[in-house]
């Protein structure tokens, strides 16, 4: 089992910065895909990025990219979202995700073994 805890959400204004992290637990984190999805106001959840286990794979939502960056540091058994330039369109609970197979994440989450509680960011105009 692997339990998977985000934290960083909060207010901000239209092009401030933020960073998410989100940790999971176990000693086979290194081994796991992980990745970022959202839900904002009555909106369907979405894809935001997601990252290989060994960090050398990442893909982005046509929407952030550019903006958001993804990384991981398997020692600290954390993910990190940096998103900069925030728009009021990016408010949203932001979930974390981990499955071993990215391809899980990018294309079929609803396989998607392990997923934390959520995170809110609200970006006011």
């Known amino acids: 089992q692997v339990h998977v805890v985000e934290s960083g959400g909060g207010l901000v204004q239209a092009g401030d910065s933020l960073r998410l992290s989100c940790t999971a637990s176990?000693?086979?984190?290194?081994?796991?895909?992980m990745g970022w999805f959202r839900q904002g106001p009555g909106k369907e959840r979405e894809f935001v990025a997601a990252i290989s286990w060994s960090g050398g794979d990442t893909s982005y939502a046509d929407s952030v990219k550019g903006r958001f960056t993804l990384s991981r540091d398997n020692a600290k058994n954390t993910v990190y979202l940096q998103m900069n330039s925030l728009k009021p369109e990016d408010t949203a609970v932001y979930y974390c995700a981990a499955d071993f197979n990215l391809v899980v994440i990018t294309t079929t989450p609803d396989r998607v073994h392990y997923w934390g509680q959520g995170t809110q960011v609200t970006v006011s105009s």
């Open positions: 176990g000693r086979t984190f290194s081994s796991y895909a």
